[in-house]
């Protein structure tokens, strides 16, 4: 490397610089994803035996969507709830699901496919500098720099492909990292030599919202605060088991990072070593020490904004409702008799420290 105008490195032989930069391009996909979706009567109360027809000859739950029996027709004649008796704030949950997309005869039983399609690019650049200070001391100085935005459109870390609907809004895995590593090396006769070793290593694994509106529950209309009202803004996981309707849910924590870093777990990784070697008559002594410190950062994932579970109880499922657990969870969904769970976020970390020292002695 040669500065202009100057006779710095004239002869080529004090410093030398490289630079690599390379850009990933990628497309991906989730593969088929298949669910048993709520039809669009069922969203208002109409669970009539023609309504419930249209979930075909066989759902989610392996066999067909079981009509409301007599007790239960009594109550509800023609199997249509009133919408006085619906949840507001369970309808509004209800509209995250999209409308069935397909004919359950032909898809094992399933209403609703897809194949989501996304892109996961990355970029990775590297520097090196080599500077010759004297004939004696040399120095080294590479930085590595690496970007990646990856997607999770189901939830986060999840590759589900059955009974888990896509999250209303994907979650960007906003991964990075950056490292230094510097090298000086003086050799102070022929028999001598030191090395001085530093690096740095940062790894950032924000995971955010792509948006945050999407999942906030003032936006959706779910107006309810949660069991210990801990005011995060995310909206219950709906959950359930797998035979009945399906899933819309992934982590909580996202709250702790705020909207830059959300749900994150950052490592902090600084090192130093030092080396000298000594050659004396027919022995070469080493002697030298190492230093690391590694810090993890990162909070619980629990369900902070809690959970909605719609798997057994609804007053009156003993006579209103047969065994079908489909059709169970999606009238206790809009009575709004959910099983409810919420958790607390909890900060997490850990961290270690190591020194170690050594002495060697090679006789030849």
């Not at 009539?48 to 979930?55: H, I």
């Not at 797998?242 to 924590?253: C, F, K, M």
């Amino acid at each position: 490397m040669k500065l202009p105008f100057t006779r710095f490195n004239k002869n080529r032989d004090k410093l030398f610089f490289f630079t690599g930069y390379q850009y990933f391009y990628q497309v991906l996909d989730t593969g088929l994803l298949r669910a048993t979706v709520p039809t669009t009567g069922e969203r208002t109360g109409n669970f009539s035996p023609a309504e419930l027809a249209k979930e075909g000859t066989i759902t989610a739950s392996g066999a067909a969507a079981t009509p409301i029996n007599a007790k239960g027709l009594a109550l509800y004649p023609g199997g249509i709830i009133p919408t006085s008796q619906l949840d507001p704030n369970m309808q509004a949950l209800m509209k995250l699901y999209p409308q069935p997309n397909a004919d359950p005869n032909a898809n094992g039983g399933y209403n609703w496919v897809d194949d989501l399609h996304f892109n996961q690019n990355s970029i990775q650049w590297m520097s090196r500098m080599d500077y010759s200070i004297s004939d004696n001391t040399k120095l080294f100085v590479r930085y590595n720099m690496q970007r990646e935005t990856q997607l999770f459109p189901i939830g986060l870390w999840s590759s589900a492909t059955i009974q888990q609907m896509p999250y209303p809004s994907p979650i960007q895995g906003k991964n990075r990292s950056d490292s230094l590593t510097a090298s000086l090396t003086h050799v102070f006769n022929p028999t001598m030599t030191n090395e001085f070793v530093f690096g740095y290593t940062f790894i950032g694994f924000p995971n955010v919202f792509q948006d945050p509106s999407k999942v906030d529950r003032a936006n959706i209309g779910y107006t309810y605060k949660g069991l210990f009202k801990n005011g995060v803004a995310q909206f219950p996981n709906l959950a359930g088991n797998s035979s009945e309707a399906a899933n819309i849910s992934t982590n909580g924590g996202f709250e702790v990072g705020g909207k830059t870093q959300g749900l994150y777990a950052n490592k902090y990784m600084p090192s130093a070593s030092d080396m000298i070697a000594k050659i004396w008559g027919t022995h070469t002594l080493k002697a030298g020490a190492f230093w690391e410190h590694i810090r993890n950062a990162q909070p619980a994932n629990n369900n902070t904004q809690g959970q909605l579970s719609f798997n057994h109880y609804c007053p009156g499922d003993e006579f209103l409702i047969p065994t079908n657990l489909n059709i169970k969870r999606k009238l206790a969904h809009l009575l709004g008799f959910p099983d409810l769970n919420v958790f607390w976020p909890i900060r997490a970390g850990n961290r270690s420290r190591r020194l170690l020292a050594t002495i060697l002695d090679n006789e030849e």
